[in-house]
């Protein structure tokens, strides 16, 4: 029998675990969001949540604002802008300069999101994370665990299902 040997190995792959567990979370994340009619991909979210928030804002300052590098902003940028939800113009006296704003299908789209999936989002996260104690490394097994008897997007359904009754 095969083990988790990404698990195993504890601090040797932390990266690689980190990054796993935030694969998981996203997808389920994208999962949900789909069943809500809010088809982007999850990772798109956190951008569309900064210009709902912030208004038109530079490509290198979405950059900043979100902590990822200037061409991950810009690949995502361009597949909001195939789907409608932002517009890029540049600036006047730099051409280089790009702004981005969310469109009204944008605005209708964030404030559907706001409304119906990043709170319960957010609340499914906190309740898996409440619970952790001890060393990192257990955390992230107890995490890993929770995930495996009811993945994130079937914690967020039951709260969206509670808020309705």
Excluded at 127 to 144: H, K, R, T
Aim: aromatic letters at 4%.
């Amino acid at each position: 029998m095969v083990g988790d040997i990404v698990r195993d190995f504890g601090y040797l792959t932390l990266g690689s675990r980190l990054k796993r567990i935030g694969e998981r979370l996203q997808g389920d994340v994208s999962k949900l969001s789909a069943e809500l009619g809010l088809d982007v991909q999850s990772g798109q979210h956190p951008l569309i949540a900064v210009l709902f928030k912030s208004g038109p804002t530079s490509i290198g300052m979405l950059a900043r604002l979100l902590g990822v590098r200037q061409p991950a902003i810009t690949r995502t940028v361009l597949q909001l802008k195939a789907a409608g939800l932002v517009a890029v113009t540049s600036g006047l006296s730099d051409q280089r300069m790009k702004s981005v704003a969310l469109t009204p299908a944008g605005r209708q789209f964030a404030a559907r999101a706001e409304a119906e999936l990043w709170p319960v989002v957010e609340a499914a996260v906190r309740a898996l994370c409440a619970d952790l104690n001890g060393p990192l490394i257990a955390q992230l097994g107890q995490l890993e665990d929770a995930l495996g008897e009811a993945p994130l997007d079937v914690r967020a359904a039951a709260l969206i299902r509670l808020r309705e009754t």
